[in-house]
């Protein structure tokens, strides 16, 4: 049985790459960018971020869901 994702917003998934050892690179409109030096990552700026989206970061990220969660 799949685990269901938690509703994330924009500061919590920020807080959780920071933790992986990404940084900011920059920002465009409401859309943040983040690098570890090799994976680059976009974090749109909303209270709730998506099922979809949060799949897709964490794809970027080059973390598992159990290393992301």
Do not use: N, Y
Not at 7 to 16: F, N, P, T
Not at 19 to 40: E, P
Not at 59 to 69: A, D, H, I, N
């Amino acid at each position: 049985m799949p685990s269901k994702l938690p509703v994330l917003s924009w500061r919590d998934v920020l807080k959780i790459l920071i933790k992986a050892g990404f940084w900011q690179t920059g920002q465009t409109g409401s859309h943040i960018f983040l690098t570890d030096g090799t994976h680059k990552v976009t974090v749109p700026h909303h209270k709730e971020i998506k099922k979809g989206t949060l799949l897709s970061i964490i794809s970027q990220s080059g973390l598992t869901k159990e290393k992301f969660f």
